[in-house]
């Protein structure tokens, strides 16, 4: 019987992720591959950083603009000094409702891809911050998996804010 569950977990189908660097407090946080669009640096327009926990800059990518939103303020941690130009992963929007098909996120070093399965993967206890779908341990490491639907949702209304105060203007 020990055998036949060895040989389930050595067929056990990986999932592929990307560990994106970000400067959270004792968090890591990865995402499906499969939302990534693309890993790119992106120009910050002149006189227009608002990265904070309900803000977003709007930023050009392949010729248009997407939000552009700091992981660590939506968390109410300090928003990363940044300059000018900026890394960031661009995700793919989830909700066909939403006018969002894309977005990016500040990063703070290189993303990499990796392959997770499910017994690499250890409960880290509750979690009650909304952002996170869940917060496991794997390798030893404290990570965050987001709420894809919550971030989406929150990145929507900053796009709208933004659009809005940028009309009055």
């Not at 000094?81 to 066909?96: A, E, F, K, Q, S």
């Not at 703070?108 to 399965?117: A, F, K, L, N, W």
């Not at 794997?138 to 998996?145: D, E, K, P, Q």
């Not at 639907?149 to 804010?161: A, L, N, P, S």
Request: hydrophobic share 40%; proline share 7%; aromatic share 4%.
């Amino acid at each position: 019987m020990e055998e036949q569950s060895d040989q389930a977990a050595a067929t056990e189908v990986a999932m592929r992720v990307v560990r994106l660097p970000t400067q959270l407090t004792d968090l890591e946080l990865i995402v499906p591959y499969a939302l990534v669009a693309e890993i790119t640096d992106v120009s910050l327009p002149e006189g227009s950083i608002h990265l904070g926990r309900s803000e977003a800059s709007m930023v050009e990518w392949r010729g248009q603009e997407v939000p552009l939103v700091s992981v660590e303020a939506m968390n109410g941690e300090h928003v990363p000094t940044i300059g000018r130009r900026v890394r960031c992963v661009v995700l793919y929007g989830t909700d066909p409702e939403r006018a969002l098909p894309y977005y990016a996120v500040l990063l703070s070093g290189v993303p990499r891809s990796e392959q997770v399965r499910r017994a690499q993967i250890e409960s880290a206890g509750p979690q009650d911050n909304p952002l996170w779908r869940a917060v496991v341990r794997i390798g030893g490491r404290l990570t965050a998996i987001p709420d894809i639907r919550v971030v989406e949702e929150r990145v929507d209304r900053m796009r709208i804010r933004e659009a809005e105060s940028s009309q009055g203007t």
